[in-house]
């Protein structure tokens, strides 16, 4: 089966407004041509506007009439998420669905040794405050659908950690800021009324790996292209979220071998997954 004949299969309503982080690059920006493709509207919320403003000038030319506006956006900046959430309430509260999936993997950037880590702090503190906050400015409603976007390293043994200020190498970091990410939405889908889909995007070839140092990223875009499927097939994963046959609380994964490559398939969401321990450990450290 081809990407776009698996496309032709999903069913969202033509015109539905689609609110997406993290939509200029790799799974999100394909996540974008696929929703496009659809006939869907996009808002993008990007933190590099200049980045974003090409993109959509690129978009424009490829999709006639296409309607793509870009708010903008930064997952690590508590002031920015609030002014996003605004300008959301004021424009486009009435959104289908909304895709949280901006994040960073090893970011060359870090913060103070004392400090939450830029990983946990982006990926997981970052998208809770914003949706927090949205929840805070507008009334979301079981018709718009919240599209969390985990990672396979979440089904990963975790060491319980005290703190998220705990020393953790770069890998692990990232490791619990997804594992955090997926017990949140556990937390979400077993206490509140939200209509929330999870979805893994599998091991994908993107540019995930763009802020490792230049020899490592060499060997690892090597290794990404031997045992990884491309952002285009990984982006699948979201647009079957969006399908109008998928249940609520669905977890939706990629098909094939340890869930690393493949088209979507629904999958099971087991309890070492939920770890409420990462979800009470936010509110220690907020």
């Known amino acids: 089966m081809s990407i776009q004949k698996y496309l032709d299969k999903i069913s969202i309503k033509e015109n539905s407004l689609i609110l997406i982080t993290g ?3 790799g799974v999100g920006l394909c996540a974008v041509h696929h929703l496009l493709k659809k006939n869907c509207r996009v808002v993008i919320l990007a933190r590099n506007i200049e980045k974003a403003n ?9 999709f006639n009439n296409a309607y ?12 920015i998420i609030k002014e996003a959430c605004l300008e959301i309430k004021n424009k486009y509260s009435n959104f289908d669905a909304l895709i ?3 994040g960073v993997f090893i970011p060359r950037e870090d913060t103070e040794p004392k400090a939450i880590p830029l990983t946990i702090k982006t990926n997981y503190f970052g998208m809770r405050f914003f ?5 805070k400015e507008i009334d979301i409603k079981p018709s718009q659908r919240v599209v969390i976007q985990g990672s396979f390293v979440s089904a990963f043994k975790q060491k319980k950690i005290k703190s998220f200020t705990d020393k953790l190498s770069r890998i692990n970091q990232y490791n619990i800021s997804k594992a955090s990410v997926e017990a949140y939405y556990h937390h979400l889908a077993t206490t509140t009324d939200l209509n929330i889909c999870l979805v893994e995007p599998g091991l994908t070839n993107s540019d995930i790996i763009r802020d490792l140092p230049k020899v490592i990223r060499f060997f690892g875009k090597i290794f990404l292209k031997l045992v990884s499927h491309s952002p285009k097939k990984a982006a699948l994963t979201i647009l079957k979220a969006l399908d109008e046959n998928t249940p609520n609380h669905s ?6 071998l340890f869930t690393f490559m493949g088209y979507p398939k629904y999958k099971k969401f087991t309890k070492k997954r939920e770890r409420n321990w990462l979800v009470l450990l936010y509110e220690d450290n907020d």
Request: aromatic share 6%; glycine share 6%.
């Open 251 to 256: 977890f939706i994964v990629p098909r094939g």
């Open 68 to 79: 793509i506006k870009i708010i903008r956006y930064d997952q690590s900046d508590a002031k």
């Open 100 to 102: 949280l999936n901006a």
């Open 131 to 135: 949706l927090e906050n949205l929840r």
């Open 54 to 62: 090409r993109i959509t000038n690129d978009l424009k030319q490829k």
């Open 23 to 25: 939509g200029t690059s």
